[in-house]
């Protein structure tokens, strides 16, 4: 074992008290976070001494220890014990307390309670923490889960997404009021069909798309984080048909990583740019995977966007003509980065079938004004730092949304997750 891999393995041993367990696998993978930063991570199982034979390779047996760790600042992302079962024999926090539990966390993650986190709810045994900058939430999120089993003992530790500090934050009043925004919030809302299954009906509903506008209204930011995602927008026509078959390649996207390349941390290849040389070529690709898949779709397909994907190149198409759905028809293509042609797609078609018997129910009796009048008491406007990919900071905005919808037949308020 390279000896840099068994420095972080005997931490990890010596941390979790992983004494009564052996190594059964490991491997490293990157990933790229919600700030576009490059995560180099351990990823380990370790068997409980006692188990020899394994039945089934595909499950790890009760008391496995799944332990993921960030080599760069050698923080651990997750630890899992299988089944709520553990055999360590080192015990990492006194007690399932609040007061414990914080500590706990301030130990591990180097985060201040009240400044950077809090606990955002609890039920039996599990408690669930979110980021915050003074009490304030930011954008995108920091989730951290935390459980015990029936005897108090930690059997489940995860933290995902950044828990910023205070000075990565451009600290202000927030000073917005709804009125302030309304024109924005009238402009988020949209009219689109939604699906009743229990009744198999589609009905039209006025919904409030989120979106955060900077505290001094000078723009908005969206509720999409778009990174490294090249907006192309453009219809897909061809005069000529492919009469070539096409074969889906089988592609692996796990991908392999070596030790070395794990210690060079070198930037994750998704973030390298998209020359508009490639982006033409994968149009082209595109445009002749089109035509030979779908012979008859000419002028019908947009290429929405691409973005660079575990060694691949992703390109997302929708219909252009399509009724404003909470389903609507796309297609997700691979594509290969040297020879721009396309290796493997994915269409929702099948899936969007299972709405096509629903009964659209017609006849709609209000507009957006209508709308919006019956849906204003229950749009919230709360202060967010949302981060901001061209300051490369947290600025503060303010959040318009709505968990509420308006029946555009009959004017009812809908209570959107009922429904979902």
């Not at 004494?19 to 351990?42: M, P, Q, S, V, W």
């Not at 985060?111 to 709810?121: A, E, N, P, S, T």
């Not at 934050?169 to 939604?194: G, M, N, P, R, Y």
């Not at 009744?199 to 209204?217: R, S």
């Amino acid at each position: 074992m390279d000896t840099r891999v068994q420095e972080l393995v005997d931490f990890t041993r010596n941390k979790w008290g992983l004494d009564n367990y052996y190594l059964h696998t490991y491997h490293f993978y990157r990933k790229l976070n919600a700030l576009n930063e490059t995560i180099y991570t351990l990823s380990m199982e370790w068997y409980p001494s006692h188990i020899t034979d394994q039945e089934d390779e595909d499950y790890n047996p009760d008391g496995t220890a799944a332990i993921d760790l960030n080599i760069q600042n050698r923080q651990f992302e997750s630890v899992i014990f299988v089944g709520g079962e553990t055999f360590s024999n080192r015990s990492l926090i006194q007690s399932n307390k609040i007061d414990e539990i914080i500590k706990f966390i301030e130990n591990e993650t180097g985060l201040i309670h009240g400044k950077q986190f809090h606990l955002d709810r609890e039920k039996e045994n599990e408690y669930f923490f979110r980021s915050r900058i003074n009490g304030v939430a930011v954008a995108p999120s920091g989730i951290l889960d935390i459980k015990f089993n029936t005897e108090g003992k930690l059997t489940y530790f995860s933290t995902h997404g950044p828990f910023p500090s205070v000075d990565k934050v451009t600290e202000e009043t927030f000073s917005l009021t709804l009125e302030d925004v309304e024109h924005i919030a009238k402009d988020q809302l949209v009219l689109i069909k939604f699906p009743l299954r229990k009744q198999k009906k589609l009905i039209p509903v006025y919904c409030l798309e989120e979106i955060y506008v900077t505290n001094d209204i000078s723009k908005t930011l969206p509720f999409i984080y778009q990174g490294l995602v090249y907006t192309i927008d453009e219809k897909i026509e061809w005069q000529t048909t492919n009469k070539k078959s096409f074969k889906r390649k089988h592609l692996n996207l796990i991908e392999d990583l070596t030790a070395d390349q794990a210690f060079s941390f070198e930037p994750h290849p998704n973030l390298t740019p998209i020359s508009d040389n490639e982006k033409e070529k994968c149009i082209r690709s595109v445009r002749d995977f089109l035509s030979q898949v779908y012979p008859s779709d000419s002028g019908k397909w947009l290429l929405k966007t691409l973005h660079r994907d575990n060694g691949f190149i992703q390109g997302k198409l929708g219909l252009l003509e399509q009724d404003i759905s909470i389903t609507q028809r796309k297609l997700m293509l691979l594509i290969d980065p040297n020879k721009f042609k396309v290796l493997n797609y994915m269409d929702n078609k099948d899936f969007l079938e299972i709405h096509e018997k629903f009964q659209e129910i017609e006849g709609l009796s209000f507009d957006s004004e209508d709308a919006y009048k019956r849906i204003k008491s229950t749009i919230e406007l709360k202060p967010v730092y949302v981060y901001d990919f061209e300051q490369k900071n947290y600025i503060l905005c303010g959040r318009i949304d709505s968990d509420y919808g308006i029946n555009g037949i009959n004017g009812e308020v809908l209570e959107l997750n009922d429904y979902l």
